[in-house]
């Protein structure tokens, strides 16, 4: 008995790891692993999974390639390109089930789904608008603007968008746009040149203005620099005539206090060297070695002064001889 309860064990064991090694898979970082609960779609985020109880959805994006013809206003045919790619949403996981069943090709056909109401939302944008007014900016802003309903409708994200073309599809009425697209282009372009040459002329025209501010400031600088070296010079040159007249002052006072001292004392006229000189020259010495002649300076003093000097000199040798 105890034989076949373990036989039977050894089965039930075995038996549990082979339905484990074929139910139990790897969760792989690149795939969604939802299941159905009793509230709704869940995903699970174990590393294991039961692999006939879940659904494998990968979490790469899906393209989007649409080329949709439709009519403007005027009824002028238009045809646009849209590119883009669409991915899973994790929080309307319910959404894109619904939308694209329990397969692992849920997000491929939630992306066509998208295609068609891109398509609707593209040919209600045209009609609306005139040929000339219809631009890829404005027709893509619109399209981003249902990225939101997009998202809980079908349960899946608008990762990129883009109007690869927009043109009419008469040839004649798509040549005129773009020339007139070219004529607007260089229009602009001349206008920004012109602004950039006005710019340019005002820039230059200030710096001019600003060089000569600053000359003008540097000359006046130096005007006032020379101003106060003239007025040091002028200082200095005075200073030097004071000097100068105070000198002459002592030496003509000093000059009339002999002329006052040898008034009062002629005497002292002998002491000199050159009165004495003088008096030998003027009586005719035989030792007389030298005869003293007034310089042209001393020529010019005045006349009382030479005539006082002589009645001097007379006196001084008058009483010499009444000595002798």
């Known amino acids: 008995m105890e034989i076949i309860l373990g036989i039977i064990a050894i089965v ?15 969760r792989q970082p690149e795939f969604l692993v939802l299941y159905e609960s009793k509230s709704g779609i869940r995903q ?8 006939h109880f879940s659904l494998l959805l990968p979490r790469a994006t899906s393209p989007i390639q649409l080329t949709v013809e439709a009519t403007a206003a005027g009824n002028l045919g238009v045809r646009v390109r849209l590119a883009g790619s669409v991915a899973p949403s994790l929080e309307n996981l319910p959404a894109l089930i619904r939308v694209g069943g329990w397969n692992r090709e849920a997000v491929a056909r939630a992306a066509e789904e998208v295609q ?8 209600e944008n045209t009609e609306q608008a005139g040929i000339t007014a219809l631009s890829s900016s404005n027709l893509l802003k619109s ?4 990225a ?3 998202r809980e409708r079908f349960g ?10 927009l043109d009419p599809t008469n040839p004649e009425i798509a040549e005129a746009l773009r020339q007139q697209e070219q004529a607007r282009l260089l229009e602009q372009t001349e206008h920004l040149t012109q602004q950039a040459r006005i710019a340019a002329a005002k820039a230059r025209t200030q710096a001019d203005q600003e060089i000569a501010e600053m000359e003008h400031a540097l ?21 030097n005539l004071a000097d100068e007249l105070a000198r002459n002052r002592m030496r003509l006072a000093f000059e009339i206090e002999q002329l006052n001292v040898i008034k009062d004392s002629p005497e002292l006229l002998m002491l000199t060297p050159q009165a004495a000189r003088l008096a030998e020259a003027s009586q005719n010495l035989k030792n007389a070695r ?6 042209p300076q001393d020529a010019s003093r005045s006349s009382e002064l030479l005539d006082l000097f002589q009645d001097l000199l007379q006196k001084a040798l008058e009483a010499r001889k009444s000595s002798g």
């Open 12 to 26: 039930v064991v075995v038996g549990a790891i082979l339905v484990a090694l074929f139910e139990v898979r790897v």
């Open 148 to 150: 939101a309903v997009i």
């Open 44 to 51: 699970r985020k174990g590393s294991l999974y039961p692999r």
């Open 143 to 146: 399209l981003n603007e249902h």
């Open 116 to 123: 068609v109401l891109l398509q609707g939302l593209v040919r």
């Open 290 to 295: 030298t005869v003293i002649s007034l310089a």
């Open 156 to 165: 899946v994200e608008l990762i990129s968008l883009a109007v690869q073309s």
């Open 219 to 239: 000359d006046l600088k130096k005007t006032g620099l020379k101003k106060t070296l003239l007025e040091q010079e002028s200082v200095l040159a005075q200073q």
